[in-house]
């Protein structure tokens, strides 16, 4: 069974932080690209920060750049999303999701192959 699993989502206050956490269980995360998606009520899922299927460059949405940071613990098989200074529109469940490397991605965060998504965990950020 190949499962991926968020969790450290929770109830901050604009201005503070969080760190997300993806844990793979039947995959090595080092053998896939990770990326971390974002939805809001109302609308439409978007990709947060999204590694290359082929060179495993980091892409960082536009709306996030110089807040948020992608990392991984190898030995913990574990990708971390670290979030900084969040805004009221940061509010969102995130996702993680793990593409095989060594394939062409269609466009940056639009992976050929994505063979694990997680379940989700809700960041609210209120005052």
């Known amino acids: 069974q190949v499962q991926l699993v968020e969790s450290g989502g929770g109830l901050v206050q604009p201005g503070g932080s969080l760190k997300l956490s993806c844990a793979g269980s039947?995959?090595?995360?080092?053998?896939?690209?990770i990326a971390w998606f974002r939805q809001a009520p109302g609308k439409e899922r978007e990709g947060v920060s999204c590694e290359s299927s082929s060179d495993g460059s980091i892409y960082y949405a536009d709306s996030v750049k110089g807040r948020f940071t992608m990392f991984r613990d190898s030995a913990k098989n574990t990708v971390y999303l670290q979030m900084n200074s969040l805004k009221h529109e940061d509010a969102a469940v995130y996702y993680c999701?793990?593409?095989?490397?060594?394939?062409?991605?269609?466009?940056?965060?639009?992976?050929?192959?994505?063979?694990?998504w997680g379940q989700g965990t809700l960041v609210t950020v209120s005052s």
């Open positions: 039947g995959l090595t995360l080092a053998s896939y690209a």
């Open positions: 999701a793990a593409a095989p490397l060594g394939y062409r991605d269609w466009d940056v965060c639009r992976y050929r192959y994505l063979e694990a």
